[in-house]
């Protein structure tokens, strides 16, 4: 099994440019996850799914949108990229909500 | 708001045991206490989960006080890859993680 992953890993973009974060598990999980983390600090969570067709916000979905087509995938599409997104974006994924949760490596986005 | 509290930093010796604390005051009766680690410039990984009994897998040990306002993550040998942020958190059915802050663990060699 690959677990999470993610792609890019580094993206560099300009303000006003639209961007999507792919993340992938190959772990049949049902619940799927984004978050955000700025330099020093916690991961804040962005949006979740807990199954294909359902996504709901979380802490700081502004700027943000999803969608969960498959089980599989769980793309982040940024519009309008502001310098406030310039974060460490990471994909998680779980069998259950309460369950260990599996996250990715990562993806590094730098907005100019 | 994580609804934990934690130390922002503590500092162990290379091979000795490491108690990291962590208060959950309003816990209820079915949350859960999860642990996560970060290394760095890595994704959170986790390390280990409790309701009320004390736990362990081949990673750590997760003791939680009786009256479960606090639980304390055990690593028994640390060594520098122990090096790492820990996240205590408290979860409610199947609400998502929320990370606070976490403990920076410094391990010395």
């Known amino acids: 099994n690959a677990g999470v992953t993610q792609t890019p890993k580094f993206r560099i973009l300009k303000i006003g440019q639209s961007m999507t974060l792919q993340c992938t598990q190959d772990?049949?999980?049902?619940?799927m996850y984004w978050y955000r983390q700025d330099p020093g600090m916690g991961l804040k969570l962005i949006y979740y799914?807990?199954?294909?067709?359902?996504?709901d916000k979380g802490e700081v979905p502004n700027g943000y949108n999803v969608s969960r087509s498959t089980t599989e995938d769980f793309p982040l599409r940024l519009e309008l990229a502001a310098p406030s997104q310039t974060s460490v974006y990471f994909c998680?994924?779980?069998?259950?909500?309460?369950?260990?949760?599996?996250f990715g490596p990562g993806t590094r986005l730098t907005v100019l | 708001d994580a609804k934990t509290t934690q130390p922002n930093s503590m500092e162990s010796n290379e091979e000795e045991p490491v108690h990291l604390p962590c208060n959950h005051s309003?816990?209820?009766?079915?949350?859960?206490i999860h642990w996560y680690r970060q290394l760095p410039s890595q994704g959170p990984e986790y390390v280990i989960h409790?309701?009320?009994s004390n736990v362990n897998n081949r990673m750590a040990s997760l003791a939680i006080a009786e009256d479960r306002k606090s639980s304390t993550l055990i690593l028994h040998r640390a060594t520098l890859r122990d090096a790492a942020v820990y996240y205590c958190i408290r979860i409610r059915g199947n609400t998502p993680l929320v990370f606070g802050k976490g403990t920076r663990l410094s391990v010395i060699a």
């Open positions: 409790g309701l009320t």
């Open positions: 309003t816990i209820s009766g079915t949350d859960y």
């Open positions: 772990m049949n999980h049902n619940y």
């Open positions: 998680a994924s779980s069998y259950e909500g309460n369950n260990e949760q599996f």
């Open positions: 799914s807990v199954g294909a067709g359902i996504t």
